[in-house]
């Protein structure tokens, strides 16, 4: 009989939203939330990490898949975090902060964020791998570098950019951001799929339907809390700029000459 309670996915599941909900409490206290990205970050290491701690010797695969959850983590974490502490706040939480009701929704929705994405990783590293290096996880492996890549250079050149007084309260259409709008969320999307694919090598029966993961962390990417809420704020700053309507018109909104 499945022991619900004693499954490996479930603790994880516990942990993740312990956290969440941890620094909730002393977040909501505070009115701040400069340790959010910072925690949903510090989430997927941690939950890596007790992953390896279960297996007494990891594949290669497991290896590879679960360094490049710390990579892309920590880079991300620090990233955001030196973000918000320079620019004081993020806008996103600007009806949240003082809402303790709202606020936890945030937080409750980071964990739920955190645990599908990582879902197909965590089904990799939670039991032992016998099943040898495959296509498969070359092409996952070579697709979450490109898009870790991608991120990486789009995140540098806006901080470039907007780290220059001239470019103050102007829009970026240089470097990645001249051939799509959203270049570092397409570099986000290329790498968790990449992390499925090399995954999904040793996947069994209806384990392969955690495709959905990648697919859903793309759907709240480009339809809900990504790029519809970056696409509003830039029409709303800068809706009547000829420059910006017609960077809006001429470049793809995710996939450079695509879409």
Not at 67 to 94: E, N, Q
Request: net charge positive; charged share 15%; proline share 5%.
């Amino acid at each position: 009989m499945f022991d619900f309670l004693n499954n490996p996915l479930v603790e994880l599941a516990v942990v993740d939203f312990g956290i969440q909900f941890c620094v909730f409490g002393v977040s909501a206290l505070l009115k701040s939330e400069r340790f959010y990205d910072l925690t949903g970050s510090l989430t997927y290491i941690v939950l890596a990490h007790l992953c390896t701690n279960w297996i007494p010797e990891q594949s290669f695969r497991q290896t590879i898949q679960s360094g490049m959850v710390v990579t892309w983590a920590v880079r991300l974490g620090t990233f955001l975090f030196i973000r918000v502490l320079k620019s004081g706040k993020d806008r996103r939480f600007d009806k949240a902060r003082d809402n303790p009701p709202l606020f936890f929704v945030y937080w409750a929705m980071q964990g739920v964020w955190v645990f599908v994405t990582l879902l197909p990783t965590l089904l990799l590293l939670s039991r032992p791998d016998f099943v040898p290096i495959s296509n498969r996880d070359y092409f996952g492996f070579t697709l979450w570098m490109l898009g870790f890549g991608i991120e990486v250079v789009a995140d540098f050149q806006k901080s470039v950019f907007t780290n220059l007084p001239e470019n103050k309260g102007k829009f970026i259409n240089t470097g990645l951001w001249s051939i799509s709008r959203h270049p570092n969320y397409l570099g986000e999307i290329l790498l968790w799929f990449g992390l499925y694919f090399s995954a999904s090598s040793t996947f069994k029966g209806k384990e392969i339907i955690s495709v959905m993961c990648p697919i859903f962390d793309m759907f709240l990417i480009t339809k809900i809390s990504g790029i519809p809420l970056l696409e509003q704020y830039g029409l709303k700053k800068w809706g009547r700029d000829p420059n910006y309507i017609r960077y809006v018109k001429n470049t793809s909104l995710l996939i450079p000459y695509l879409w």
